[in-house]
């Protein structure tokens, strides 16, 4: 008797195994998010670049929602209760910007790019979410002689260098100067293409995460000088991803703001994340 997919329940492929399991469905008794869990150390670089190179990046229906402010983040997670206290890494690009839909105005951080170290949080996160991830290797940063360097490569070639010195204890307040009060949350645009029908979108619409969590708190924040180097690529070096990277190694800084440092323990489940019209 062929399997039938029960209501109320979310699948993934391959589904004839029955509802997917992840962060948003459990396998077990155990509580995938609370406020013990997951830990996370957040690292972002905040610069000032090119407005044009920056609105390039942005799909139709959104603008720049502030100056042409740029910020690559790596996030490395431990503890994480739906991975059985497994962590993973990833690292990103967003812009300040507004989307402007027939129903929605919003505005927030536009994701470009996701990169994770590991395929479980990339499958969930692209299909429930729509968040654009891809895979890469992301090991934990190398601290030492009071200077941070955080890496990212893939099948061995290196393609960006994250580099922090000058840290010091910071304030709520001071690590507030770099967010935009009026930002709502992430925003992504989920595209996934149609089989068969090549060049057309199955899926394509926004994405919302709120930022709202009420499980995450802070445990420690801190400030300090940095930059952010993605490294140009060829083809050969990398074969899926050098149009991404060479399109980051273009956009360069001119004006590093600083960077911060925000470690958290605790965070939701992104069940709250909604489509924007």
């Known amino acids: 008797m062929p399997f039938k997919m029960l209501p109320g329940k979310f699948y993934r492929m391959?589904?004839?195994?029955?509802q997917s399991l992840g962060p948003r469905q459990r396998g077990s008794d155990q509580v995938l998010f609370s406020e013990h869990g997951?830990?996370?150390?957040?690292?972002?670089?905040?610069?000032?670049?090119?407005?044009?190179?920056?609105?390039?990046l942005l799909p139709?229906?959104?603008?720049?929602?502030?100056?042409?402010?740029?910020?690559?983040?790596?996030?490395?997670?431990k503890e994480i209760p739906w991975l059985a206290g497994r962590g993973?890494?990833?690292?990103?690009?967003?812009?300040?910007?507004?989307?402007?839909?027939?129903?929605?105005?919003?505005?927030?951080?536009?994701?470009?790019?996701?990169?994770?170290?590991?395929?479980?949080?990339?499958?969930t996160g692209r299909e429930d979410l729509g968040y654009p991830k891809i895979y890469c290797e992301l090991p934990e940063p190398v601290l030492h002689a009071g200077k941070m360097h955080c890496t990212a490569s893939w099948l061995g070639f290196k393609f960006m260098d994250l580099h922090i010195s000058n840290l010091r204890e910071a304030t709520a307040k001071e690590i507030g100067q770099f967010s935009n009060p009026e930002s709502e949350g992430v925003l992504t645009y989920k595209y996934m293409p149609r089989t068969g029908e090549w060049g057309t979108a199955d899926t394509e619409y926004v994405t919302l995460t709120p930022f709202k969590d009420p499980y995450k708190k802070v445990?420690?924040?801190?400030?300090?000088?940095?930059?952010?180097?993605?490294?140009?690529?060829?083809?050969?070096?990398?074969?899926?991803?050098?149009?991404?990277?060479?399109?980051?190694?273009?956009?360069?800084?001119t004006e590093w703001l600083g960077i911060t440092i925000v470690k958290t323990v605790g965070a939701k489940d992104y069940s709250d994340q909604r489509i924007l019209m």
């Not at 139709?60 to 740029?70: C, G, K, L, Q, T």
């Not at 919003?106 to 170290?117: A, D, K, P, R, S």
Request: proline content about 5%; hydrophobic content about 40%.
């Open 14 to 18: 391959p589904v004839n195994f029955g």
């Open 38 to 56: 997951p830990k996370a150390t957040n690292i972002a670089v905040y610069f000032r670049t090119n407005k044009k190179k920056l609105e390039a």
């Open 60 to 77: 139709e229906r959104f603008v720049m929602a502030s100056d042409p402010i740029a910020c690559v983040r790596a996030t490395y997670l």
């Open 88 to 123: 993973y890494n990833h690292m990103g690009l967003t812009i300040p910007a507004t989307f402007k839909g027939k129903k929605d105005l919003v505005t927030g951080e536009y994701l470009t790019v996701l990169w994770e170290n590991l395929c479980d949080p990339i499958i």
């Open 219 to 253: 445990t420690e924040l801190w400030m300090g000088d940095g930059s952010v180097q993605f490294h140009k690529a060829t083809w050969e070096e990398l074969p899926t991803l050098y149009n991404i990277v060479n399109v980051l190694s273009a956009l360069k800084a």
